[in-house]
């Protein structure tokens, strides 16, 4: 959809914060869904079977998160230790970074 125009900080819920520089991704509510290429992420989030979490992609990322888990009988989101386990982080974003809401 677009790019930022400024920089930021993520730093609450994280282990140690990070900067996002000008020109951050942003892509938009939907998620492009979730396959074997996340099998790490996936078992991160606490999906014992990564393959439980597979998710199409299209769903809005709050509706991928609570597919991803009901199939994997885990609560998302959730803060363990003060860190935070969830597809988004506090920011709305998350991997290769990109925003997908809350800007």
Avoid: M
Avoid at 59 to 83: F, K, M, S
Wanted: glycine share 14%; with cysteine.
């Amino acid at each position: 959809i677009g790019l930022t125009a400024v920089s930021g900080t993520v730093s609450d819920g994280v282990a140690t914060a990070y900067t996002l520089p000008v020109g951050t991704n942003i892509y938009g509510p939907f998620e492009n869904g979730f396959g074997s290429s996340q099998d790490n992420l996936l078992q991160g989030l606490g999906c014992t079977d990564p393959s439980d979490g597979y998710v199409d992609g299209g769903y809005d990322t709050y509706t991928a998160e609570q597919l991803v888990a009901q199939n994997c009988d885990i609560t998302l989101p959730r803060y363990e230790d003060g860190i935070r386990i969830s597809l988004l982080d506090s920011c709305g974003g998350h991997t290769k970074y990109h925003f997908h809401e809350r800007l």
